[in-house]
């Protein structure tokens, strides 16, 4: 059992977080590879649902979106009911035909402030990538090319912003750090070692469940 599945495996030990799902939030700056870790997670846990919360954002409303998180997603998958959400369409800067997202047993959702207020009551766990702003925002930056370097400008602001009055970090259940070959995981700030909590100090060596 490699170290994802190690993972997968006490992500579905937990309790329900959100009716009968467990919400699992991926959290970090823009750039640090939520989307890469959330993507490898989803396939440990035989495909799991991951909400973007790109899709939920606009160029408006970067990051006033819980409403619509709240709305359409979190309230139905609390009643165990399949949430349908209504993706933004960055190109044509319009919402699409919805999506729906199913009551799985884990549920991930990607994407910076993830872990914020309003979201944690509903949270299972919250993961942090822990890969600083400048770096995140050089490596999102290169991603993207010049032709997005003013989406850029403004997004590092607006992010700046975010976290200065809703920080995710402090709150968090583990630490990711990307290494070259899988991840570093470490206990987050915000909790102690426990049965079910995620704790190896290099990737390839045994979790602490």
Request: charged content about 25%; glycine content about 10%.
């Amino acid at each position: 059992m490699n170290d994802l599945d190690r993972v997968a495996a006490s992500l579905r030990r937990l309790p329900p977080s959100c009716g009968p799902v467990r919400l699992v939030a991926v959290d970090g700056h823009a750039g640090s590879g939520k989307s890469t870790l959330a993507a490898r997670l989803a396939a440990a846990l035989d495909d799991a649902p991951v909400l973007h919360l790109d899709d939920l954002a606009t160029h408006e409303e970067l990051f006033e979106w819980t409403g619509r998180l709240l709305e359409e997603v979190i309230g139905p998958l609390s009643r165990g009911e399949t949430a349908l959400y209504h993706p933004y369409d960055w190109v044509l800067r319009r919402f699409g035909a919805p999506r729906p997202l199913a009551p799985a047993p884990v549920v991930l959702v990607e994407g910076v402030g993830a872990g914020r207020r309003a979201v944690r009551p509903h949270l299972a766990r919250l993961m942090w990538l822990e890969r600083g702003p400048e770096a995140s925002w050089a490596r999102g930056r290169h991603r993207d090319g010049p032709g997005l370097a003013g989406f850029w400008d403004g997004w590092t602001v607006a992010e700046t912003r975010h976290f200065s009055v809703d920080p995710s970090r402090p709150f968090a259940d583990t630490l990711v750090r990307e290494r070259d070959e899988g991840y570093e995981w470490l206990p987050g700030p915000a909790v102690t070692a426990s049965p079910d909590q995620i704790i190896t100090h290099r990737d390839g060596s045994p979790a602490a469940n």
